[in-house]
T-cell receptor
């Protein structure tokens, strides 16, 4: 059974802080990893994807991948209240974690 | 960017009736589409993989005869929930990809069975 694990949260951070979201996966052969943001009642929207070990930055977002430890993380810098949502980690693009709810308070 | 249109966005039906949900890729050809179901406060659960011109591949535990999937063209896949019951009430989401990841999601369909 391929699994993707996330802490359900909520993760509460003040506006302007860094939010750190983590995800672990069980299938060592996984090659592609995705972070989606989902607002309540809406479909997921892609934030970032990462294929190689290390960091990948896009604006305020940084994805980090460590295949040896089988975890992938998402850092959100300068968090804004509009970032408040559930963040879904997906492996190979098809298997999703349960998501971490992020709350950014002013 | 790649756009996936899903219709209807919301449907209410009576128990025992069937409901059809459409998923269209508007600006690309999708040889493969995916259907997910999401219950409140839970993650997306992959129901089936829909391949153009062939039978869908269902995930374990998903009833083929209840959730009929048709992928008649490169831009259209449909999911029909047959003889719907209240426990089928959920958020159904389709997605597609234009050859390689990532997935492009439709806006979802909120199904309520009374």
């Amino acid at each position: 059974q391929k699994e993707v694990e996330q802490n359900s949260g909520p993760l509460s951070v003040p506006e302007g802080a860094i939010a750190s979201l983590n995800c672990t996966y069980s299938d060592r052969g996984s090659q592609s990893f995705f972070w989606y943001r989902q607002y309540s009642g809406k479909s997921p929207e892609l934030i970032m994807f990462i294929y190689s070990n290390g960091d990948k930055e896009d604006g305020r977002f940084t994805a980090q991948l460590n295949k040896a430890s089988q975890y992938v993380s998402l850092l959100i810098r300068d968090s804004q209240p509009s970032d408040s949502a559930t963040y879904l980690c997906a492996v190979t693009g098809l298997i999703f974690g349960t998501g971490t709810r992020l709350q950014v308070f002013p | 960017g790649a756009v996936v249109s899903q219709h209807p966005s919301r449907v209410i039906c009576k128990s025992g009736t069937s409901v059809k949900i459409e998923c269209r890729s508007l600006d690309f050809q999708a040889t493969t589409m995916f259907w997910y179901r999401q219950f409140p406060k839970q993650s997306l659960m992959l129901m089936a993989t829909s391949n153009e011109g062939s039978k869908a591949t269902y995930e374990q535990g998903v009833e083929k005869d209840k959730f009929l999937i048709n992928h008649a063209s490169l831009t259209l896949s449909t999911l029909t929930v047959t003889s719907a019951h209240p426990e089928d009430s959920s958020f159904y989401i389709c997605s597609a990809r234009d050859g390689s990841p990532p997935l492009h999601f439709g806006n979802g369909t909120r199904l309520t069975v009374t």
